[in-house]
Protein backbone atom coordinates (compact mmCIF):
# COMPACT_ATOMS: atom_id res chain seq x y z
CA UNK A 1 0.00 0.00 0.00
CA UNK A 2 1.45 3.49 -0.91
CA UNK A 3 -0.43 6.51 -0.46
CA UNK A 4 0.11 10.28 0.20
CA UNK A 5 -1.59 13.78 0.92
CA UNK A 6 0.26 15.77 -1.53
CA UNK A 7 0.43 19.17 -3.23
CA UNK A 8 0.28 19.00 -6.83
CA UNK A 9 0.79 22.13 -9.47
CA UNK A 10 0.83 21.50 -12.88
CA UNK A 11 -1.10 22.69 -16.03
CA UNK A 12 -4.76 20.96 -17.43
CA UNK A 13 -3.91 18.77 -20.03
CA UNK A 14 -7.56 19.23 -22.00
CA UNK A 15 -10.81 21.04 -20.41
CA UNK A 16 -12.27 19.27 -17.39
CA UNK A 17 -15.71 16.99 -18.01
CA UNK A 18 -18.34 15.96 -15.35
CA UNK A 19 -18.45 12.13 -15.06
CA UNK A 20 -20.47 9.85 -12.45
CA UNK A 21 -19.05 7.34 -9.77
CA UNK A 22 -20.60 4.22 -9.21
CA UNK A 23 -23.23 5.64 -7.00
CA UNK A 24 -24.38 8.30 -9.69
CA UNK A 25 -22.50 10.81 -8.14
CA UNK A 26 -21.17 13.50 -10.07
CA UNK A 27 -17.39 14.10 -10.10
CA UNK A 28 -15.17 16.77 -11.91
CA UNK A 29 -12.35 14.60 -14.04
CA UNK A 30 -9.22 16.32 -15.58
CA UNK A 31 -5.98 15.58 -16.32
CA UNK A 32 -2.72 17.73 -14.98
CA UNK A 33 0.46 17.56 -16.91
CA UNK A 34 3.28 17.87 -14.46
CA UNK A 35 6.91 18.64 -15.29
CA UNK A 36 9.85 16.93 -13.18
CA UNK A 37 12.89 18.03 -13.02
CA UNK A 38 15.39 15.07 -14.79
CA UNK A 39 19.42 15.20 -14.28
CA UNK A 40 19.86 13.43 -17.50
CA UNK A 41 17.38 15.52 -19.54
CA UNK A 42 15.80 18.88 -19.90
CA UNK A 43 12.55 17.33 -17.88
CA UNK A 44 10.36 14.75 -17.65
CA UNK A 45 6.45 14.74 -18.11
CA UNK A 46 3.55 13.26 -16.39
CA UNK A 47 -0.05 13.27 -16.01
CA UNK A 48 -2.00 13.28 -13.17
CA UNK A 49 -5.30 11.97 -12.96
CA UNK A 50 -7.39 13.99 -11.21
CA UNK A 51 -10.90 13.97 -9.91
CA UNK A 52 -12.85 16.56 -8.00
CA UNK A 53 -16.01 15.33 -5.79
CA UNK A 54 -19.56 16.96 -5.46
CA UNK A 55 -18.67 18.65 -9.33
CA UNK A 56 -20.94 21.69 -10.56
CA UNK A 57 -21.51 22.24 -14.31
CA UNK A 58 -19.87 25.67 -13.99
CA UNK A 59 -16.62 24.03 -12.97
CA UNK A 60 -16.00 23.02 -16.26
CA UNK A 61 -15.55 26.93 -17.63
CA UNK A 62 -12.79 27.30 -14.96
CA UNK A 63 -10.56 24.31 -15.25
CA UNK A 64 -9.54 24.26 -18.73
CA UNK A 65 -6.43 23.51 -20.89
CA UNK A 66 -4.07 25.64 -20.26
CA UNK A 67 -4.68 26.40 -16.72
CA UNK A 68 -2.34 26.05 -13.66
CA UNK A 69 -3.32 24.91 -10.83
CA UNK A 70 -2.61 23.61 -7.53
CA UNK A 71 -4.64 20.61 -6.63
CA UNK A 72 -4.23 19.63 -2.85
CA UNK A 73 -5.69 15.80 -1.95
CA UNK A 74 -4.68 12.03 -1.21
CA UNK A 75 -2.77 10.86 -4.10
CA UNK A 76 -2.72 6.78 -5.01
CA UNK A 77 -0.04 5.28 -7.03
CA UNK A 78 -0.73 2.30 -9.45
CA UNK A 79 1.78 0.69 -11.98
CA UNK A 80 0.17 -0.16 -15.17
CA UNK A 81 3.09 -2.88 -17.26
CA UNK A 82 6.27 -1.09 -16.20
CA UNK A 83 5.25 2.61 -15.73
CA UNK A 84 3.22 4.81 -12.64
CA UNK A 85 0.32 6.10 -12.94
CA UNK A 86 -0.75 8.74 -10.50
CA UNK A 87 -4.73 9.25 -9.45
CA UNK A 88 -5.44 12.62 -7.21
CA UNK A 89 -8.67 12.97 -5.27
CA UNK A 90 -8.70 16.49 -4.59
CA UNK A 91 -10.30 18.73 -2.09
CA UNK A 92 -9.10 21.79 -2.16
CA UNK A 93 -7.59 23.79 -5.95
CA UNK A 94 -6.15 27.24 -5.67
CA UNK A 95 -5.85 28.73 -9.08
CA UNK A 96 -4.90 32.41 -8.39
CA UNK A 97 -1.62 33.07 -7.82
CA UNK A 98 -0.14 29.37 -9.09
CA UNK A 99 3.62 29.57 -9.15
CA UNK A 100 5.33 28.42 -12.85
CA UNK A 101 7.21 25.88 -10.64
CA UNK A 102 5.54 22.39 -11.40
CA UNK A 103 5.39 20.08 -8.26
CA UNK A 104 4.55 17.29 -6.23
CA UNK A 105 4.85 17.28 -2.65
CA UNK A 106 3.37 16.15 0.71
CA UNK A 107 3.45 13.01 3.23
CA UNK A 108 3.91 9.67 2.13
CA UNK A 109 2.15 6.69 3.98
CA UNK A 110 3.99 3.09 3.19
CA UNK A 111 3.38 -0.53 3.89
CA UNK A 112 5.37 -3.48 2.28
CA UNK A 113 8.63 -5.14 2.13
CA UNK A 114 12.55 -4.54 2.73
CA UNK A 115 15.06 -5.72 -0.21
CA UNK A 116 16.15 -9.62 0.63
CA UNK A 117 19.94 -8.47 0.95
CA UNK A 118 21.73 -5.52 1.44
CA UNK A 119 18.91 -3.95 3.31
CA UNK A 120 20.33 -0.55 3.94
CA UNK A 121 23.30 1.64 3.19
CA UNK A 122 25.28 3.89 5.58
CA UNK A 123 26.26 7.70 3.58
CA UNK A 124 27.45 11.02 4.68
CA UNK A 125 25.99 14.46 3.97
CA UNK A 126 27.63 17.40 3.16
CA UNK A 127 27.94 18.20 6.87
CA UNK A 128 29.08 15.42 7.51
CA UNK A 129 25.80 13.97 9.12
CA UNK A 130 25.61 10.23 9.07
CA UNK A 131 22.32 8.56 7.45
CA UNK A 132 20.75 5.71 5.70
CA UNK A 133 19.50 4.94 2.96
CA UNK A 134 17.18 1.73 2.00
CA UNK A 135 14.52 0.53 -0.54
CA UNK A 136 11.64 -1.30 -0.22
CA UNK A 137 8.61 -2.29 -2.16
CA UNK A 138 4.50 -2.65 -2.02
CA UNK A 139 2.82 -5.20 -3.97
CA UNK A 140 -0.49 -5.23 -5.76
CA UNK A 141 -2.77 -7.49 -7.63
CA UNK A 142 -3.55 -6.35 -10.94
CA UNK A 143 -5.78 -9.11 -12.96
CA UNK A 144 -4.04 -11.92 -12.37
CA UNK A 145 -0.82 -11.16 -11.25
CA UNK A 146 0.99 -9.01 -8.60
CA UNK A 147 3.22 -6.01 -9.47
CA UNK A 148 5.43 -4.52 -7.19
CA UNK A 149 6.14 -0.50 -6.68
CA UNK A 150 9.98 0.52 -5.20
CA UNK A 151 10.13 3.41 -3.65
CA UNK A 152 13.69 4.72 -2.03
CA UNK A 153 14.23 5.98 1.56
CA UNK A 154 16.55 8.33 3.56
CA UNK A 155 16.43 7.99 6.92
CA UNK A 156 18.54 10.87 9.39
CA UNK A 157 19.58 10.53 13.12
CA UNK A 158 18.31 12.72 15.53
CA UNK A 159 20.53 15.77 15.86
CA UNK A 160 23.68 14.37 17.69
CA UNK A 161 22.25 10.70 18.05
CA UNK A 162 24.29 7.85 16.93
CA UNK A 163 23.56 6.25 13.36
CA UNK A 164 22.60 2.58 15.48
CA UNK A 165 19.53 4.50 16.74
CA UNK A 166 18.02 4.19 13.52
CA UNK A 167 18.93 0.90 12.79
CA UNK A 168 16.42 -1.00 15.08
CA UNK A 169 17.10 -5.07 15.58
CA UNK A 170 13.91 -6.23 13.69
CA UNK A 171 15.53 -4.15 10.18
CA UNK A 172 16.47 -7.52 8.73
CA UNK A 173 16.23 -8.78 5.09
CA UNK A 174 12.65 -8.71 3.74
CA UNK A 175 11.03 -7.21 6.89
CA UNK A 176 7.22 -6.08 6.57
CA UNK A 177 7.25 -2.56 7.54
CA UNK A 178 5.35 0.85 7.94
CA UNK A 179 6.70 3.91 6.76
CA UNK A 180 5.61 7.63 6.99
CA UNK A 181 7.70 10.34 5.29
CA UNK A 182 8.12 13.44 3.05
CA UNK A 183 7.35 12.06 -0.36
CA UNK A 184 9.24 13.31 -3.06
CA UNK A 185 8.94 12.28 -6.94
CA UNK A 186 11.67 12.71 -9.54
CA UNK A 187 12.61 11.41 -12.64
CA UNK A 188 15.66 9.97 -14.05
CA UNK A 189 16.34 9.64 -17.83
CA UNK A 190 12.50 9.40 -18.34
CA UNK A 191 12.08 7.09 -15.25
CA UNK A 192 10.01 8.48 -12.55
CA UNK A 193 11.11 7.43 -9.25
CA UNK A 194 9.38 7.78 -5.73
CA UNK A 195 11.53 8.82 -2.91
CA UNK A 196 10.64 9.44 1.03
CA UNK A 197 12.24 11.32 3.61
CA UNK A 198 11.60 8.89 6.50
CA UNK A 199 9.73 10.58 9.59
CA UNK A 200 8.90 7.26 11.44
CA UNK A 201 9.59 3.67 10.85
CA UNK A 202 7.46 0.25 12.42
CA UNK A 203 7.90 -3.13 11.99
CA UNK A 204 4.54 -4.39 10.07
CA UNK A 205 2.92 -6.94 12.93
CA UNK A 206 0.21 -8.97 11.92
CA UNK A 207 -3.01 -9.59 14.27
CA UNK A 208 -4.23 -12.84 14.66
CA UNK A 209 -8.52 -11.51 14.40
Known amino acids: MIKAEVNVTGTVKRNAGIRTDRNNNPYLSLILTVCLPDA ?3 NHSIDVFVSLPNARQEDVYTYTEGSRLTVN ?3 DFRKKEEELQFYLTGNLVSIENVTDLDAIGGTMTFRGHLKKENVYEQKTDKNGHPYIVFSAYSSEKVGESFVSTW ?3 MRFPEKDADISSILPD ?11 GDLQ ?3 YGGTVRLS ?6 QEHVYVQQ
Open 185 to 187: VSS
Open 73 to 75: GSM
Open 40 to 42: KQT
Open 170 to 180: WMRPKSHVDIT
Open 151 to 153: VNF
Open 196 to 201: CRVRDI
